[in-house]
């Protein structure tokens, strides 16, 4: 089975800047895509980023784009969010996510995703 755990998340002023890390294990982590979901209290759970099985292709939700970079380090089985120029409205608990199949270019629709983490808490301040 995939495990995921997250780490990484805290309390930030917002304009600040947080980096969340998701390790991977329990498979070969680096034929996967992986991706960020957030959900916020009270609201649905939703898309942030995503990259490719290589690296090599990103995607991000509007509300990050130019704010917000995932990357992997497959030698670690790892995958970052580094968060830059944080607002409020980005307050949630964020979500790891690893692919259903393998070399996928990664997804912003939660069902092309198999394993979640157990999630870690960012809360901005105004």
């Known amino acids: 089975q995939v495990q995921l755990v997250e780490s990484g998340g805290g309390l930030v002023q917002a304009g600040g800047s947080l980096r969340l890390s998701c390790a991977a294990s329990?498979?070969?982590?680096?034929?996967?895509?992986m991706g960020w979901f957030r959900q916020a209290p009270g609201k649905e759970r939703e898309f942030v980023a995503a990259?490719?099985?290589?690296?090599?292709?990103?995607k991000y939700a509007d509300s990050v784009k130019g704010r917000f970079t995932i990357s992997r380090d497959n030698a670690k089985n790892t995958v970052f969010l580094q968060m830059n120029s944080l607002k409020p409205e980005d307050t949630a608990v964020y979500y790891c996510a690893e692919g259903r199949a393998r070399y996928g270019l990664g997804s912003s629709h939660q069902y092309e995703y198999d394993y979640w983490g157990q999630g870690t808490q960012v809360t901005v301040s105004s």
């Open positions: 990259i490719s099985w290589t690296g090599g292709n990103t």
């Open positions: 329990g498979r070969t982590f680096s034929t996967y895509a």
